[in-house]
């Protein structure tokens, strides 16, 4: 087991749901959750671990949902895209109360609240301890937050990426509608993609799965949660390669 001042990885992207950000509301974001969120990073980079971050929109806009409704496909994708930034730019607000440096580097140009996307840039910031939150997905419609986290995460060149959601871990079945459903302490990318359970969607599992990138699941109600994994504790589901 990993000590805590030998963290497993050194550098890692935390994906959240814009849904994490709403609390027990229905819409929008709860400040209190988002600084919940906010100083679970801060005990993470407490362990000297470099932190990243992409965070979802549905709390705001979710594409699909648009285009559902009868919104031309392109535009629905590109207004969900600045309800990611509008997320960001509220995490960025809650860690920098804290103290934490921090850079919202947007794909999509909006220079009076956010970077451009410039890999090495970003490198950067992560080497000068700085958390960097990934807005705007790809920049690109069609592509969802999950493919943008592990493109991006391959990019920084991330050791893991952490996906907080509501449950502990990767379960064969829904937990909150069947008492019985199991839950994986490890399974193979392959088997996630036979099973369709839904830990991200495809293209981001295919993604990771090529560039040897884990996926950690585990829940973000669990308070010292993100930290504990980095130390070798805590309830989780490991995606990666078979053993």
């Not at 379960?171 to 994986?184: E, I, L, N, T």
């Not at 359970?197 to 990138?213: E, F, H, Q, T």
């Not at 010292?224 to 990666?240: C, D, K, N, W």
Request: hydrophobic share 40%; aromatic share 6%.
């Amino acid at each position: 087991m990993s000590k805590p001042d030998d963290p497993a990885y050194s550098r890692v992207l935390l994906k959240i749901s814009g849904e994490a950000l709403m609390g027990d509301q229905g819409f929008g974001l709860h400040p209190p959750t988002v600084a919940k969120i906010a100083e679970e990073v801060r005990s993470v980079q407490e362990l000297d671990v470099e932190v990243c971050m992409v965070i979802g929109g549905g709390n705001i806009f979710r594409g699909l949902q648009g285009s559902a409704q009868g919104m031309e496909r392109t535009t629905a994708d590109y207004m969900g895209m600045l309800a990611t930034v509008m997320n960001a730019l509220a995490m960025q607000s809650a860690l920098e109360a804290l103290g934490i440096h921090t850079r919202v580097i947007s794909a999509i140009r909006m220079d009076e609240v956010a970077e451009p996307y410039i890999r090495r840039r970003a490198v950067r910031h992560l080497e000068k301890k700085r958390v960097c939150i990934f807005a705007a997905g790809t920049g690109n419609p069609y592509f969802t937050t999950d493919t943008a986290a592990t493109l991006r995460a391959t990019e920084m060149s991330c050791q893991a990426i952490f996906k907080g959601t509501l449950v502990d871990g990767v379960y064969d079945k829904d937990p909150a509608r069947h008492s019985d459903a199991k839950r994986y302490d490890k399974i193979c990318y392959d088997d996630v993609l036979a099973k369709n359970l839904k830990v991200m969607d495809a293209s981001a599992i295919a993604l990771a799965r090529d560039n040897g990138l884990p996926i950690i699941v585990f829940s973000l109600d669990e308070p010292g949660g993100f930290r504990g994994i980095l130390s070798g504790e805590g309830t989780y589901t490991i995606v990666q390669d078979r053993a």
